[in-house]
Each structure stands twice: as structure tokens, then as C-alpha cells.
């Protein structure tokens, strides 16, 4: 989605209109905590001033201080992922540096035991435990949100949030809705359909294509393999075993993926695709 919305900016541009953008991620915890203290105003004035914003963390931090809370927010789009699917690409993608190479079935056992005290970073292990429905909720944080009214307010905010869901399973149909939804990020740009030619007579449209580009792929060396330095080739899904301890640990992440794919349907059925 960050590859489209730069792709639909940029070309923006090249018909005279310029808007103005920011990202937050908490994956980069340092910066995005210190941006939610209020100890970088440089980052809070991008993020309100932002009119298109990039943004992977807690739904509830768009309140205070980001002023971007639901009851502001006109035109949002999130993108969902098979649980087993989006916790082996994250751990393939951090092998080393979050995992330290162990398998992801011991790195489970060792939380499962120690807790918080398991020797992980933070953020490596709240990727591994429901994360998509800790980043739905609206309220108190909940670093590893299981109970069912926690399920029930994720699948609430992501039906009245967002104007559109995605899946990553079907990226081809997800980047159709968007440009439905989103004219400006439809794969063709026609100023008088998209936008109106009597806001913008004299300013042609864009030959430029924008196209969902994949991104975020494992690296091609972990420093993984026995010897410290080779690559530890994993396999691009993980054996039965694997998957059945990652569903076991992101139940309430099944449960509002099982609701999000339902809720794709809908919207195919609406926009007819």
C-alpha cells in the first residue's frame, strides 16, 4: 500500500497538485514513542498537518496527541493478512535480529514460560501474539489481546473505520477497490472522471500507471546458517507443526481475519468485482 499511495502522490504532482504526507510506524519504536510523547514536535507537526498519513500502530494512538481519531478520520484504508502467513513473513524477515535464529516454535515456548522476561524485544514479540487486533483497538493497551470483547471491538472498528479493507491473500482485487474507492489511486488517472474537470481545466492527466508493487521480502542472507554467516534457507511457509503453534498464540487474530474476509466479500459484492 506505502508503493501505491507514493506511486498516486507522485503522480499528483505531475497534474499541478501537491498534498501534503507523512508515515509513523511503531515498528521504528524509538521515533514513534518519542513522536506519541511529544518529545519530537517535528514528527507531531508532520502528522497534523499530514492530509495523506502512512501509519502502522495502535488505532488508539490516533486520539491525543496525533488528532487523528476515528470520529476525524473520512477516508482509511487497512490491509489484513492470514495470521500464520503475516507471523512467518515477520519472522523470516527478523530471523536474526529479533529471533537470534532460534526456531519460532522454541522462541513461543520460551514466552509461553518467561513471559515478558523472555529476552525479546518488545516489539518482536508483540508481532508474534494477535497483533492485528491489538492495533484495532481503540481503548486500553493490550499487549497481547485475547478475550472475545476484545475480537468484537476490532471487527467493530474495522467495519465503521475504514472505508476499505484489503487482503494481502488477493492484492490484485485489494488495489482494484482502492482505486474505486480512492480514484486518485486507480491504476490510470483521468483528472475529469477522478477529480472533476472544472477543478482542474487546464491540467492533463497522467500517463503514469500506478500498479500494487510487492515489497517487504525476507533477505536473501540471514547470517543464519551454522557456520554464523550463510543464509538459513526457510521455507516460504511453515510446516504443519509451525502453523498449528502460531494459531494456537493468535486466536483472537484468526477470529478477525475469518470476519475481515467476509467483510471483503461484501465490499466485492458492492463495487461488483
Not at 529479533?98 to 515478558?116: E, M
Request: hydrophobic residues 35%.
Amino acid at each position: 500500500m506505502d508503493g501505491l499511495i507514493k506511486c498516486g502522490m507522485s503522480r499528483l504532482k505531475e497534474v499541478r497538485l501537491s498534498l501534503n504526507y507523512t508515515n509513523l510506524h511503531e515498528c521504528s519504536e524509538s521515533y514513534y514513542h518519542k513522536c506519541l510523547s511529544g518529545q519530537n514536535k517535528g514528527c507531531l507537526t508532520s502528522v497534523h498537518d499530514a492530509a495523506i498519513m502512512s501509519y502502522c500502530a495502535p488505532l488508539r494512538d490516533l486520539g491525543n496527541p496525533f488528532l487523528w481519531n476515528k470520529e476525524s478520520i473520512h477516508a482509511a484504508v487497512t490491509v489484513f493478512r492470514h495470521p500464520v502467513a503475516r507471523v512467518w513473513s515477520m519472522y523470516r524477515f527478523q530471523t536474526r535480529s529479533c529471533y537470534q535464529c532460534r526456531n519460532l516454535t522454541d522462541v513461543y515456548a520460551d514466552i509461553d514460560a518467561a513471559g515478558s522476561d523472555d529476552g525479546l524485544k518488545r516489539m518482536c514479540r508483540l508481532q508474534l501474539q494477535n497483533h492485528q487486533t491489538r492495533n484495532l483497538l481503540s481503548n486500553v493497551e493490550n499487549e497481547n489481546p485475547e478475550s472475545s470483547v476484545h475480537v468484537q471491538e476490532a471487527i467493530s472498528n474495522m467495519k465503521t473505520v475504514f472505508s476499505m479493507i484489503g487482503l494481502t491473500e488477493d492484492m490484485p482485487t485489494t488495489a482494484l477497490m482502492a482505486g474505486i474507492v480512492f480514484p486518485w489511486l486507480a491504476e490510470e488517472l483521468n483528472l475529469e472522471d477522478s477529480i472533476g474537470s472544472h477543478i482542474f481545466s487546464n491540467a492533463e492527466s497522467s500517463s503514469t500507471k500506478c500498479t500494487m508493487p510487492h515489497a517487504n521480502s525476507s533477505p536473501k542472507n540471514n547470517h543464519c546458517g551454522a557456520d554464523g554467516k550463510s543464509h538459513w534457507n526457510l521455507p516460504a511457509e511453515p510446516d504443519a507443526e509451525t502453523a498449528r503453534v502460531i494459531m494456537e498464540h493468535n486466536k483472537a487474530d484468526m477470529e478477525l481475519y475469518e470476519a475481515a474476509v467476509k467483510q471483503f466479500s461484501l465490499q466485492k459484492l458492492a463495487l461488483d468485482l
